[in-house]
């Protein structure tokens, strides 16, 4: 599987990165632990070598079900999560330099690791000034548990601010053919500042695979209810048309919807890997097309055109 360079780094990410939200076992509804340890397993195994989590995916069950996982793979894997959501209350978004710090020793503890190779920031918050939160990472990158920064659901302005104050090498925004916000700002920004994005929900939770012919719904405190605008019901015959040229193009390729997604997602040249989320192993095994098909200009210009206007 082909990599990219992260940011000014000396990390090589692989294209395709498996998400863990899903796999930490809250929000998704149905779960299955030993499924999930399977998931993660097949993506090492296909040479998948970026596992992305965060404290706050099933209030550390993700990162605990990775340090049970990669002993003995430490050096061969890059490790990426998150800091500045309190778990241990009502996941209030907290910057503090105490607080960061001792979100990066729950992590390390969870991961069973001595250092995250990247340590991005989850949300911005407007409590604390971004030198002051990017003060205390550069701190913990100098005593050798950070390699790397980045961030997570900035904007543009707010990823220069970052920038000013310490190394940035990753942007992590919510980006897929359904939404695509992130072009006429973060990505801008991306460009001219060297910094890299790697996307999440690449997939749109799904939407994308084709798998949803009705508009779907969810259990209460499924993510999905609330987390992403496309599956709202005025959105949903956009959405399905959208859907279905996705399919089409699919189909002239002998590929999977969801493989045309990331297809798209990889063709941007600022963008570094696709985090994509999986239960199983079945379900990495369906995504791994995705880095290897190669898009024509025509099939892009029409994802384009369809996704352009969806929420008006």
């Known amino acids: 599987m082909k990599t990219k360079k992260l ?7 692989t294209e395709l990165i498996l998400g863990t939200w899903a796999i930490g076992g809250t929000m998704w509804s149905e779960y299955d632990e030993e499924g999930a340890k399977e998931a993660i397993k097949e993506a090492i195994n296909s040479g998948i070598n970026c596992i992305d989590t965060a404290p706050a995916y099933g209030g550390g069950h993700a990162e605990e079900l990775i340090g049970d996982i ?15 959501l309190n778990i241990e209350g009502r996941y209030e978004k907290i910057l503090t330099p105490e607080f960061i710090m001792h979100d990066l020793e729950m992590s390390l503890k969870r991961l069973k690791t001595d250092y995250v190779d ?15 939160s990017m003060g205390a990472l550069m701190k913990a990158k100098e005593q050798g548990k950070v390699r790397y920064i980045g961030v997570c659901n900035f904007s ?8 000013n104050c310490g190394e940035v090498v990753s942007l992590q925004p919510n980006y897929s053919l359904l939404e695509r916000e992130i072009e006429s700002d973060q990505m801008k920004v991306c ?12 997939l749109a939770a799904g939407m994308l695979t084709g798998k949803y012919k009705e508009h779907p719904t969810f259990k209460k405190g499924d993510a999905r209810n609330f987390f ?3 599956f709202k019901k005025e959105y949903w015959p956009a959405v399905k ?15 999977k919807p969801g493989h045309v997604a990331i297809a798209w997602i990889l063709s941007h040249t600022s963008v570094a890997g696709a985090i994509f989320g999986a239960r199983d192993a079945a379900q990495v095994r369906d995504n791994l097309g995705g880095a290897s098909l190669s898009l024509s200009s025509d099939d892009i210009e029409a994802l384009n055109e369809i996704t352009a206007n969806i929420y008006g």
């Open 241 to 255: 048309k959208a859907v279905e040229v996705v399919e089409g193009i699919a189909d002239k390729h002998g590929a």
């Open 156 to 163: 543009g302005k707010e990823l220069e601010e970052a920038i």
């Open 7 to 13: 940011g000014n780094s000396d990390l090589h990410v």
């Open 118 to 132: 990247l340590y991005q920031i989850h949300w911005p918050v407007t409590d604390v000034p971004i030198e002051v």
């Open 191 to 202: 460009e001219k500042s060297g910094v890299s994005i790697i996307s999440y929900g690449s």
């Open 70 to 84: 990669i002993s003995g793979l430490r050096d061969k894997l890059i490790i990426a999560t998150k800091c500045g």
């Open 228 to 230: 992403y605008r496309f």
